[in-house]
């Protein structure tokens, strides 16, 4: 069961972030790169237990942004994992149209760090958004 943020003071960081670092890769990513997922738990145990619970606070404490979407007026890339825990598909295809011209892509195989999990894929679909956007 996923943790809530209020319960963040309650628990051990060991057993926040077990409950956390496989909500934010894709099971393929877990299962072919357990040194990556490693790694994001041990960056995650780094951090001091009252930082964590600022920043779980703060993102959920945040206000929506959603309405000031429609104001951006630059070439906007939103890219998203099609195996992502954290953000339904939905919701970012629902931020996708409410940028005007933005164009949303998703990296198959990834979770909620498609850039971390595969680099490559992050790499390609963002020079292929920018060498389109130069060429306008």
Same mark, same amino acid.
């Given at each position: ?27 393929? +990513? ?20 009252? #930082? ?13 942004? #959603? ?8 070439? #906007? ?28 892509? +998703? ?30």
């Amino acid at each position: 069961m996923p943790l809530r943020w209020e319960e963040v003071p309650t628990v051990e960081p060991e057993a926040f972030t077990l409950a956390t670092v496989p909500r934010l890769v894709a099971e393929r +990513t877990r299962r072919e790169r357990p040194e990556l997922v490693d790694r994001l738990r041990a960056i995650i145990l780094e951090q001091p237990p009252d #930082t964590l619970v600022r920043a779980l606070r703060g993102m959920a404490d945040r206000p929506d942004s #959603t309405p000031l979407l429609p104001g951006i007026s630059v070439p #906007t890339l939103v890219v998203r994992g099609a195996e992502d825990a954290l953000v339904a598909p939905e919701e970012a295809e629902a931020m996708a149209r409410a940028i005007p011209d933005a164009r949303l892509m +998703t990296i198959p195989g990834t979770g909620h760090l498609p850039n971390v999990e595969d680099p490559a894929a992050f790499d390609r679909v963002l020079v292929h958004f920018l060498e389109a956007v130069e060429g306008h």
